[in-house]
């Protein structure tokens, strides 16, 4: 899972080799929490056959 903010930086990434739920505490790699906004993530897949399934959308961070 890869998180990038608007304008293309990635923020964050996480990855782990099972399909266990993934949380994010919303610390960026800069260490500090990010901003309520849009964000943009990418989610990849490796299957055991080496083919690559990826999948991005938007998300929407509100509150605190």
Known sequence: VEIFDLS???IWEFS???????????I??????VKAGMYLYKV???T???DVYSK????LIVGQ
């Not at 991005?56 to 998300?59: D, E, G, P, Q």
């Open 8 to 10: 293309g930086r990635k």
């Open 16 to 26: 782990q080799n099972n399909a266990d739920a993934i949380v994010w505490d919303r």
């Open 28 to 33: 960026g790699f800069d260490g500090l929490k």
């Open 44 to 46: 990849s897949v490796n």
């Open 48 to 50: 055991s056959s080496s």
């Open 56 to 59: 991005s959308n938007k998300m």
